[in-house]
């Protein structure tokens, strides 16, 4: 089981926590909550792995206060055809009220993966396509690149209805395994930068430090402490102090920034958590940091 929580200096709150019932089957929550914003976020996910594929349920802001069932659902399920090559699809279904009318809508993805490098891509029906690479460049370093491209129907230009508009965002990322720390950095192509500094001061305590900058609109976001707690059995957290004292280098968890994309989900970095106030669950392909 994994707990964690983190209090930013304009007192918003979020949490999260990992329960693992079985080795296959694994469930994870979040919250975040701003005093400040009329609403609180809150995300519920299963996910079980099989042998050769996986599969998982996400549900955002579920509520029956109106009278009827208000959420995200989100669906996915990924499958290995080679060693190497996975496909997947991913669904959607949202109703943000009871007078909006439900809307759905499908994707697809692909996953190559190596020992030392992974590409993957993903494409919505909405018009969006997202390609992801990961290379781990050495035992203590990993590196990332992840570009979102979205075509829409443009306002004006030849025609009735214009041309097609085209934008996009490309962020790259990096990060480094100390003995008993790690630190990770980003840049996107919009002008921002961050950074994550994770400290283990004991066995199953780990604090962090993170910022952000947006260097175009001249906006800071520094959440000042992040705690997480990590329970383990007694047997596993002896073996870990003594991997600890002798200053091994660190291994990397499934859920860090590069290597998510080796397991589920195909166009995930999660190298910086975002801003809860400017940034929404499905804004990003890097907002499930941690």
């Known amino acids: 089981m994994l707990l964690q929580g983190t209090f930013s200096s304009d007192q918003s709150v979020s949490a999260m926590g990992n329960l693992r019932w079985t080795p296959k089957w694994v469930t994870r929550t979040q919250t975040q909550i701003d005093p400040r914003s009329p609403q609180t976020m809150l995300q519920v996910e299963n996910e079980y792995t099989g042998d050769d594929f996986s599969a998982s349920v996400k549900v955002l802001n579920p509520s029956i206060m109106e009278g009827g069932l208000t959420a995200i659902v989100i669906g996915d399920y990924m499958q290995a055809i080679t060693p190497r090559l996975a496909l997947g699809l991913e669904g959607v279904w949202q109703r943000p009220s009871?007078?909006?009318?439900?809307?759905?809508?499908?994707?697809?993805?692909?996953?190559?993966?190596?020992?030392?490098?992974?590409?993957?891509?993903?494409?919505?029906?909405?018009?969006?396509?997202?390609?992801?690479?990961?290379?781990?460049?050495?035992e203590k370093v990993e590196a990332g690149v992840d570009c979102q491209l979205q075509f829409a129907p443009g306002m004006g230009g030849a025609g009735m209805f214009?041309?097609?508009?085209?934008?996009?965002?490309?962020?790259?990322?990096?990060?480094?395994?100390?003995?008993?720390s790690v630190y990770r950095a980003q840049i996107d192509s919009a002008g921002k930068v961050g950074c994550v500094l994770e400290k283990r001061v004991a066995p199953a305590i780990t604090f962090s430090f993170a910022a952000e900058i947006d260097?175009?609109?001249?906006?800071?976001?520094?959440?000042?402490?992040?705690?997480?707690v990590l329970t383990l059995p007694a047997e596993h957290a002896?073996?870990?102090?003594r991997r600890v004292s002798r200053r091994q280098p660190r291994r990397t968890r499934s859920t860090d920034a590069a290597t998510r994309v080796a397991t589920r989900?195909?166009?995930?970095?999660?190298?910086?958590?975002t801003n809860p106030k400017t940034s929404s669950p499905r804004s990003s392909p890097l907002s499930d940091l941690l």
């Open 98 to 138: 009871l007078g909006a009318k439900p809307e759905t809508a499908l994707s697809y993805a692909a996953r190559y993966k190596t020992q030392d490098w992974i590409a993957a891509a993903q494409i919505h029906a909405s018009g969006q396509l997202g390609a992801t690479y990961w290379r781990r460049l050495s």
């Open 162 to 180: 214009g041309g097609i508009r085209k934008e996009g965002q490309t962020t790259v990322g990096v990060k480094y395994n100390f003995a008993t």
């Open 215 to 228: 260097q175009w609109k001249v906006r800071e976001h520094v959440p000042i402490y992040e705690c997480q």
């Open 238 to 241: 002896q073996a870990r102090s």
């Open 265 to 273: 989900d195909t166009t995930s970095l999660l190298i910086l958590p």
